[in-house]
Structure formats: C-alpha cells, structure tokens
T-cell receptor, first 116, second 114 residues
C-alpha cells in the first residue's frame, strides 16, 4: 500500500513537444505529491509539488495534474527542451503529524530524453 | 542560503567494513532524512532525525544507524557492509511541522562495496 507506480520508464520527445509522466498511488494517507528532477551524478532537485486540495498546479513550463478519486497524478512539461533531459521521480508523503510524516515514497523514475 | 552538503563524494569499502557518511542541512532546516538510491531506482527512505532523535524509519536493518547533532548536521553509519549496500546515499533537509513536507537533497555520497 506504500507503493507509488510511475510510467513510462523512459520517454523520448522532440524539442518543443509535451512530455507527460504519470504516477499512481494506493495509500489514501498520502497528502503531499512532489516531483523531483535528477541529473546524472547529482541529487534529486525539487521541481514542483501539489497537495490534494487542488487539481492542478502550474509553475512555468511544468504542470501537475491531480486526480484524487483515481489516485493518480501526472507531470506535464510544455515546450520540452534538451536541457530538460534528466530522470524524473514522482513521490508521495503522508499527512503531517502522522508516524510516517517526513517519509517520501518515490516512484521508479522516468528517463526523459529531449531531442534537438 | 547554504544548500545541503554531503561528504565524502565517493567512497570505496570492502565487505564487512563500517562506513560513516556526513550531511550538513540547509540553513533554517532542523530535520534530516537519509535515503538509499540503488542504480536505476528511486530513493528509498532509511530514516529521519529531528531534535537529535530518530523520527521514523524505513525497511532497513539495525546496522544502519544515524546521529543528529545540535547544529542539525547528521551522520549515517553502516556496519558490516554488504555488497548490496553499494548505492548513492542521499541526505535531505526540511523544516519540521511545515505545512508541506518539502525536502531538499544534497548531491549524495556514492558508496561502492567490494
């Protein structure tokens, strides 16, 4: 019940295209859903995050769509650029104050390649 | 604002040895979490430290232990190293009781066990 399932495993997009990565979860105690971007040899960098009280959050070219009833959320990267080529991880964290607060459960990752 | 730093960058050990990894949290942050990231996988939560005490633990054996110091820096200790312990070890800092569990990661320590 703690798993977060991420798809696709890898994604190839042309420059200017839209990249879409999907995640699904089972644990209804999850209350915070961040996306991380990781370049080779680096630690994950927080990209954008959402809480279940909204269905969409946009920051620049990055948008999170959240479907609470389906327990799914996705990352959309508009106007994808070669510099966006990296591994993307979705994650989820339970409610504040719970015994598992602070524990991020990560998806398996998506390797995004944006061709020029 | 100083980000999360980790040392050393790389480390090579042999099976059965012990290792200590270090982390300095981002300024203003009082909570440190440790994660293990195997090659090609997402990070796995090891444990979290707040107020110098362990505050939650993932599915890792007791030979994984940690410390947090009054300045909020932290250490991860692994005893009796096994080949499967080879991974990138990530430290993340955050503010306790913040509305959102925003965790900021350091660059990691790459541990190789031979």
């Amino acid at each position: 019940q703690q798993q977060v399932k991420q798809s696709p495993q890898s994604l190839i997009v042309q420059k200017g295209g839209i990249s879409i990565i999907n995640c699904a979860y089972e644990n209804t105690a999850f209350d915070y859903f961040p996306w991380y971007q990781q370049f080779p040899g680096k630690g994950p960098a927080l990209l954008i995050a959402i809480r279940p009280d909204v269905s969409e959050k946009k920051e620049g070219r990055f948008t999170i769509s959240f479907n609470k009833s389906a327990k799914q959320f996705s990352l959309h990267i508009m106007d994808s650029q070669p510099g966006d080529s990296a591994t993307y991880f979705c994650a989820a964290s339970p409610l504040a104050g719970g015994t598992s607060y602070g524990k991020l459960t990560f998806g398996q990752g998506t390797i995004l390649t944006v061709h020029p | 604002e100083t980000g999360v730093t980790q040392s050393p960058t790389h480390l090579i050990k042999t099976r059965g040895q012990q290792v200590t990894l270090r982390c300095s949290s981002q300024s203003g942050h009082n909570t440190v979490s440790w994660y293990q990231q195997a090659l090609g996988q997402g990070p796995q939560f090891i444990f979290q430290y707040y107020r110098e005490e362990e505050n939650g633990r993932g599915n890792f054996p007791p030979r994984f232990s940690g410390l947090q110091f009054p300045n909020y820096s932290s250490e991860l200790n692994v005893n009796a190293l096994e080949l499967d312990d080879s991974a990138l070890y990530l430290c993340a800092s955050s503010r306790a009781h913040a509305r959102a569990n925003e965790q900021f990661f350091g660059p990691g320590t790459r541990l190789t066990v031979l």
